[in-house]
């Protein structure tokens, strides 16, 4: 079947300069990346890797590989990862996001990267709590009796908070905000999205 997924590219790079893009559909929720996520099989997996990590990198891929991609999209399969030791910046805010491996990442989604956005993703969400990991908050429900993410994410639309000179749109207008200025900085933008799969 093929999928097609219309959203942003928004283009993370490392310290040194290294573009690593990733796919989303919601870059209203940009601000509250706290963790970057590559899929085992990315090309830069080891190649961004610093030497004092690249052992338990190199342990975690290992494991990974005997895993197949049906095993690895299992819901009910607990998330597993490995902090890479290096860092990507987010193009809006210049935050310094850790990056991790992580099985539950595929790499025929999207570039094979994802941004970690566990305030208002149910599997960042429980990979952050795994590991302990920020959770921040960047989109207010409409509802007025909806908690801020605690036990569970948020995954729905609102008004964005906590996102810098964006807050106080509703996602509707920031997805396109947000768009709009990765691409008046040549960071990402507008993309749609194929995706085939032959389960044959």
């Not at 559909?25 to 997996?45: K, Q």
Request: charged share 20%; hydrophobic share 40%.
């Amino acid at each position: 079947w093929i999928g097609r997924s219309e959203g942003c590219e928004v283009i993370f790079h490392t310290p040194d300069g290294i573009p690593i893009p990733v796919f989303t559909t919601r870059p209203d929720t940009l601000f509250g990346v706290t963790f970057f996520v590559m899929a085992p099989e990315h090309d830069l997996s080891l190649q961004i890797t610093p030497s004092s990590h690249k052992a338990a990198v190199e342990a975690y891929l290992a494991n990974a590989f005997t895993l197949s991609e049906v095993e690895r999209m299992r819901e009910d399969r607990q998330k597993s990862g490995v902090f890479t030791g290096a860092f990507v910046i987010n193009p809006l805010n210049q935050e310094r996001i850790p990056v991790w491996i992580a099985d539950y990442v595929l790499p025929g989604y999207g570039t094979g990267a994802v941004m970690g956005v566990p305030a208002h993703d149910s599997r960042d969400f429980e990979f952050a709590n795994k590991y302990d990991l920020p959770i921040r908050a960047v989109i207010q429900s409409l509802e007025p009796d909806q908690e801020q993410p605690s036990e569970m994410a948020y995954t729905g639309m609102g008004i964005m908070i906590n996102s810098g000179k964006f807050s106080g749109l509703p996602s509707e207008e920031g997805l396109k905000a947000v768009a709009d200025e990765l691409t008046k900085q040549g960071a990402g933008g507008w993309q749609v999205q194929y995706r085939m799969r032959d389960w044959l």
